[in-house]
Antibody, heavy 116, light 107 residues
Framework: EVQLVESGGGLVKPGGSLRLSCAAS????????MNWVRQAPGKGLEWVGR??????????DYAAPVKGRFTISRDDSKNTLYLQMNSLKTEDTAVYYC???????WGQGTLVIVSS | EIVLTQSPDFQSVTPKEKVTITCRAS??????LHWYQQKPDQSPKLLIK???QSISGVPSRFSGSGSGTDFTLTINSLEAEDAAAYYC?????????FGQGTRLEIK
C-alpha cells in the first residue's frame, strides 16, 4: 500500500527557515521522480519543484516563486524526501504535499504558516 | 509555462446527471494530463492519469479522454459524494501546472 507522510510544518516568521520531510513506502522510492506541490488556504494547487531519481541524475527543478530559496533533496536509504525552505515569505503559507506522478493516494500534507 | 484552463469554474448538478469538465492546454502536452478530485479538508485524490488511464479503486463512472490540447473528465450518473473540486494537471513540461479548478455542487 502506497503511503506518503509529510511532516515538519509549523509557524515561522518571515525570513525564517523550515525543513519538511516526506516518508514514502509501498513503491520503489529510489526509482521515483518526486515532486512537492502546495496549496495556499482556499486556493488551487501549485507545483513547487521536483527531484529526479539518482539513476536519472538526481537533478532538481523549481518553480519561479521559490527558486533560490527552496532546496529539494532525497535520502533513498531512508525512503525520504526533503524540502528545505529558506527566506520564507508570507505568500509561502500553504499545505505542502509530496507526490509522484501517477501514484495515489497523496499524503495528508503538512501546513506551513509564515507570519509575524 | 503551459497554462491549463478548465471549464466551467462552477457547476450545480443533480444526482444521476452526466457531467463533463474540460481542460484546455495552451500548447500540446500529448497525454501527460491527470485529473484529481479534492473534497473539503482532504488531500487531492487521483482519478485519471495520462488522460484516460483508470485508477484502481476509483468508481467506473469517472472517465477521461483527449490528447494534445483538449481533455475531458466525464462523470456518468453523478452521485452526492461527487461534490468536490476537480483539478487537471500537466506533467509534460516544467513548470508542471494545474488548472484553476472546477467546483461541483450537488443540488
Amino acid at each position: 500500500e502506497v503511503q506518503l507522510v509529510e511532516s515538519g510544518g509549523g509557524l515561522v516568521k518571515p525570513g525564517g527557515s523550515l525543513r519538511l520531510s516526506c516518508a514514502a513506502s509501498g513503491f520503489t522510492f529510489s526509482n521515483a521522480w518526486m515532486n512537492w506541490v502546495r496549496q495556499a488556504p482556499g486556493k488551487g494547487l501549485e507545483w513547487v519543484g521536483r527531484i529526479k531519481s539518482k539513476t536519472d541524475g538526481g537533478t532538481t527543478d523549481y518553480a519561479a516563486p521559490v527558486k533560490g530559496r527552496f532546496t529539494i533533496s532525497r535520502d533513498d536509504s531512508k525512503n525520504t524526501l526533503y524540502l528545505q525552505m529558506n527566506s520564507l515569505k508570507t505568500e509561502d503559507t500553504a499545505v505542502y504535499y509530496c507526490t509522484t506522478t501517477g501514484i495515489t493516494p497523496w499524503g495528508q500534507g503538512t501546513l506551513v504558516i509564515v507570519s509575524s | 509555462e503551459i497554462v491549463l484552463t478548465q471549464s466551467p469554474d462552477f457547476q450545480s448538478v443533480t444526482p444521476k446527471e452526466k457531467v463533463t469538465i474540460t481542460c484546455r492546454a495552451s500548447q500540446s502536452i500529448g497525454s501527460s494530463l491527470h485529473w484529481y478530485q479534492q473534497k473539503p479538508d482532504q488531500s487531492p485524490k487521483l482519478l485519471i492519469k495520462y488522460a484516460s488511464q483508470s485508477i484502481s479503486g476509483v468508481p467506473s463512472r469517472f472517465s477521461g479522454s483527449g490528447s494534445g490540447t483538449d481533455f475531458t473528465l466525464t462523470i456518468n450518473s453523478l452521485e452526492a459524494e461527487d461534490a468536490a473540486a476537480y483539478y487537471c494537471h500537466q506533467s509534460s513540461s516544467l513548470p508542471q501546472t494545474f488548472g484553476q479548478g472546477t467546483r461541483l455542487e450537488i443540488k
